[in-house]
């Protein structure tokens, strides 16, 4: 289960983005690397070295169409992988759906029990998760807030967070599927308070450095492991 975890981690990063770009070089053959770099979200220059990176696996080609122009062609090696990959994807993303989901349902229905009042920050994908489990729980959300407001978000208006002082909640999703904590630590900024804020995903807890030593104190004799 603990390489099964690790495995869906990595797919969340380095992997993922490799699918990207696969998929960017098989759709537009023209794409140029600016135009990669947008498609991805990321520096022209890393747009290089991750293109640099396909051509050396051979996953990329690289072909003179015009003395002053190239286009880069995916190789049959590189649709083999881009394939991996979206297989790859699909189990994370379902591995992923099924974690948030059970970690809401379990969370909403305390909440539903407790009569508790629970807004939803953010208004994408993940929201819409954290909208279902609130509807299966038998609960509305209260308000949907984001860094603006203006839109309308499964037929309610998005609120500007800051504005939340002026409603009355006991809970604030983070609808995020990011790790980082960033989401949480820039809502805190504008004044929603720590106790307040749900994450949509279960955080790590990790094992603090005295109880490891000392677990593996336990488990060593004379400098070997027994």
Sequence with gaps: MKDKQQN?????????RDLRLLEAVH?????TQRGLAGKLGIAL????????????????????VQPNRISY????????????????FMDYSLHLYGEVRQHLREAMQDCAAEGKRV???????????????LKESGMEP?????????RVFLGMPVRPIAEHASVEYDLMIVATLDRSGQAGVDLQKVGVPQDKLFPLRKEAVPVPKRARTATTRSRTTNGKLS
Aim: net charge negative; glycine share 10%; no cysteine.
């Design 45 to 64: 220059g890393l747009a290089n070295i991750y293109l640099k990176r396909m051509i050396h696996k051979g996953y990329i080609k690289v072909v003179n």
């Design 27 to 31: 759709e537009d053959s023209r794409v």
């Design 119 to 133: 807004a939803i920050y953010g208004s994408g994908e993940a929201a819409e998760l954290a909208y279902l489990s």
């Design 8 to 16: 869906v981690k990595a797919m969340d990063v380095e992997s993922h």
């Design 73 to 88: 062609l995916i190789t049959p090696r590189g649709i083999a992988e881009k394939a991996r990959l979206t297989y790859e």
């Design 142 to 150: 209260v308000a949907i807030f984001d860094q603006e407001g203006g």
